[in-house]
C-alpha cells in the first residue's frame, strides 16, 4: 500500500507557474501507474496528466496540454506536476492518484475509479 501526500498549491497570478508534489511513503512510486486530477468547485473530478509505471507513456489531457509536465523522482519517491501559464480555469483542488499497474491503465488513464490510492488534494488558485 502507497501513502500519498501532495503539496505545493497555493495563489498564483494568471500567466505564472507552479509545481506540484506528490510524495510518496509505502511502497516505491515505481510500482505504480500515476496521475493527476483536479477537481473545481461544482464540478467534477478530471483527469491532468498521468505516468506509466516505467515513465514510458505519459499524457495529458487537452486543456494543460503544452502547458504542464509531469515527472518522476525515484530517489525522492516524489511525483511532480510542473505547469505553465496558469490560467484562472486551472483553479481546483489538485490530487494525485496511483494505479497498481493495472493492466488496462494504459486505455483508461482518464478515469479516477481506474486509481487505488488518492492523497488528500493541494488547492490552486489562480487569481486573473
Known amino acids: 500500500q502507497v501513502q500519498l501526500i501532495e503539496s505545493g498549491g497555493g495563489l498564483v497570478q494568471a500567466g505564472g507557474s507552479m509545481r506540484l508534489s506528490c510524495a510518496a511513503s509505502?511502497?516505491?512510486?515505481?510500482?505504480?501507474?500515476m496521475g493527476w486530477f483536479r477537481q473545481a468547485p461544482g464540478k467534477e473530478r478530471e483527469f491532468v496528466a498521468g505516468?506509466?509505471?516505467?515513465?514510458?507513456?505519459?499524457y495529458y489531457a487537452d486543456s494543460v496540454k503544452g502547458r504542464s509536465t509531469i515527472s518522476r523522482d525515484k530517489a525522492k519517491n516524489t511525483l511532480y506536476l510542473q505547469m505553465d501559464r496558469l490560467e484562472p480555469e486551472d483553479t481546483a483542488v489538485y490530487y494525485c492518484?496511483?494505479?497498481?499497474?493495472?493492466?488496462?491503465?494504459?486505455?483508461?488513464?482518464?478515469?479516477?475509479?481506474?486509481?487505488?490510492?488518492w492523497g488528500q488534494g493541494t488547492q490552486v488558485t489562480v487569481s486573473s
Open positions: 492518484a496511483a494505479d497498481f499497474r493495472r493492466s488496462s491503465w494504459s486505455t483508461r488513464y482518464y478515469l479516477s475509479n481506474v486509481y487505488d490510492y
Open positions: 509505502g511502497r516505491p512510486l515505481s510500482s505504480y501507474d
Open positions: 505516468m506509466s509505471w516505467s515513465a514510458d507513456r505519459i
